[in-house]
């Protein structure tokens, strides 16, 4: 007999055992998305030694993010005019196959390719995990969730190392890829058989040039933050050709957006002040997130000696500081209704977090570091879950998958960013100071590649106080490239107007840029 989940008992507080179990569902398929490129890492060097095309290697990372920043829009579409559920099975679907294939693969092109079958795959398990939880839970119970996601990213992100080692060094790189197929399969499989949301049917067609010129659009901007100042100079023709390329599609898109029946991004979303200031926000704490997952461990292991095969656990202070307060921010939320206070406050500890870190030297012991991170990490768990929440309460519900998929392609592309910016910052402070210290030459051979403390241990005393220094130095500026760039977050959320969330209570009428506080059909799962 089916049962009807309604917005009004789960507000109450009922919990039915479909709702567990989704959620479960959900939970893990976020997981298999974020894990994946945190167990490949450690798995890189030992899979190039087999196959060969060090190269090539980049491309291993590159063609999965391409593949899953240009698919997320798509997806969110998808999902808003054929139904939930059917996208997200496909989502995974796609992501096994490309799994599965990857492990198999016998060659570095083969195994590029096959990553980028994965990459499709992924860009709809996390739009589809964040439209599903808008569908099914009213944004003022949302916040009871929040604690979950943060829990899940903060697993991936520091058990993803150390499992890939583990998986790599006893049963072989292949099972890197493996061990997504029993876990996507136990989603699959519960996600079949409890979750049912009404079938829907598209009223239009398919917007495939908008998609088309979004998809050129977003590849574009990733392969300029990823290839500018590292495989090719930024003056270079190359990277010039690829900014023409990317502000003409941009152009070309918003363009056929206003001629499309059914947008791939709809435009009307951006009227939304909130939803407007969200993406902004989001793209700032990408940009501020993997930038510090990036550039804190380098730190760690290059100046204060700590062992590069616990990487994910130097993040530990940042990643239980975001998960603590994504759950506490959160409860308030649901308790309370308010949420604007969270991106302040959010913004506050980011920026405040980013400066203190820019200030570490190689006189900075592992504490203070930690205090620095656990500050950042408080900054990114007031927004982490916040920025979708409310991104999602400020579009209607036929609009839901669209404004998740937004919401994580401004978050990836800031991250992009981040790591591009921050990146070439980094190496460019790290060789002056490393030239000033020892001269070109020997300045040259030693900052070639990111040395570990083992390597470290073994050059003369005096190349590696200055190549300390040197990593110091550019921790120094990335952060305080970061800190500002914060800033611009701190002051938007300003900005951000305190809609009522829906199933808060009655409506409050809506904004004047569109935000609506006005209940929406809410969709049902049974079992």
Do not use: C
């Amino acid at each position: 007999m089916a049962e009807n989940i309604k917005t009004a008992e789960i507000s109450e507080g009922v919990k039915p055992r479909s709702v567990r179990v989704v959620l479960m569902a959900l939970m893990i398929a976020m997981l298999l998305a974020m894990l994946d490129n945190m167990i490949i890492g450690t798995a890189m060097p030992t899979i190039v030694g087999e196959l060969g095309g060090l190269e090539h290697l980049s491309w291993v990372v590159t063609a999965y993010t391409l593949a899953t920043a240009a698919s997320t829009p798509i997806w969110g579409k998808l999902g808003d005019m054929y139904g939930r559920k059917g996208s997200f099975l496909t989502s995974i679907v796609i992501f096994l196959i490309g799994s599965a294939l990857s492990g198999m693969a016998q060659d570095m092109g083969q195994l590029i390719g096959f990553r980028a079958i994965q990459g499709l795959g992924a860009g709809g398990l996390m739009v589809g995990v964040m439209a599903i939880i808008g569908d099914l839970i009213p944004p003022r119970e949302r916040g009871k969730y929040q604690g979950m996601m943060a829990g899940v990213m903060a697993l991936a992100m520091i058990g993803g190392p150390l499992v890939g080692g583990t998986i790599t060094d006893h049963m072989g790189w292949r099972w890197s890829f493996y061990i997504n197929l029993p876990l996507g399969a136990v989603a699959l499989a519960m996600v079949s058989a409890v979750l049912h949301l009404p079938k829907k049917k598209a009223q239009g067609k398919i917007d495939y040039l908008g998609a088309a010129l979004l998809t050129v659009a977003i590849t574009s901007t990733v392969l300029v933050t990823t290839w500018g100042g590292t495989e090719y100079a930024w003056g270079s023709g190359e990277i010039i050709g690829l900014i023409i390329v990317g502000v003409v599609s941009i152009a070309g898109f918003l363009f056929a957006e206003t001629k499309a029946a059914e947008p791939v991004m709809p435009l009307h979303i951006f009227r939304s002040r909130n939803f407007t200031l969200m993406s902004v926000i989001g793209f700032l704490v990408g940009f501020a997130m993997f930038g510090g997952v990036l550039y804190l461990p380098l730190f760690q292991q290059s100046v204060q000696g700590a062992s590069a095969t616990n990487s994910g656990l130097l993040l530990l202070p940042m990643l239980l500081s975001m998960m603590v307060v994504s759950l506490i921010a959160g409860r308030v939320t649901t308790s309370s209704g308010k949420y604007k206070v969270f991106p302040i406050v959010g913004g506050a500890f980011m920026v405040v977090g980013l400066f203190l870190l820019a200030q570490m030297d190689t006189e900075t012991s592992r504490l203070m570091s930690g205090v620095y991170m656990a500050i950042l990490g408080a900054g990114l768990g007031f927004l982490m879950q916040i920025t979708m929440l409310v991104a999602q309460n400020s579009v209607d519900m036929k609009d839901m998958g669209v404004a998740s998929s937004s919401a994580t392609l401004f978050r990836t592309l800031g991250g992009s960013f981040g790591v591009a910016l921050m990146g070439s910052l980094f190496t460019s402070r790290v060789t002056d100071t490393m030239s000033e210290r020892l001269g070109p030459q020997a300045a040259g051979a030693a900052g070639a590649a990111r040395l570990d403390a083992a390597s470290l241990a073994k050059l003369p005393e005096a190349v590696r106080d200055a190549y300390q220094h040197a990593v110091a130095a550019g921790t120094h500026s990335a952060f305080l490239l970061g800190a500002a760039i914060a800033v611009l977050g701190f002051v938007a959320a300003w900005f951000v107007k305190e809609v009522p969330l829906r199933g808060a209570g009655p409506a409050q009428g809506a904004d004047a840029g569109g935000d609506k506080a006005a209940q929406a059909p809410q969709e049902s799962f049974s079992h």
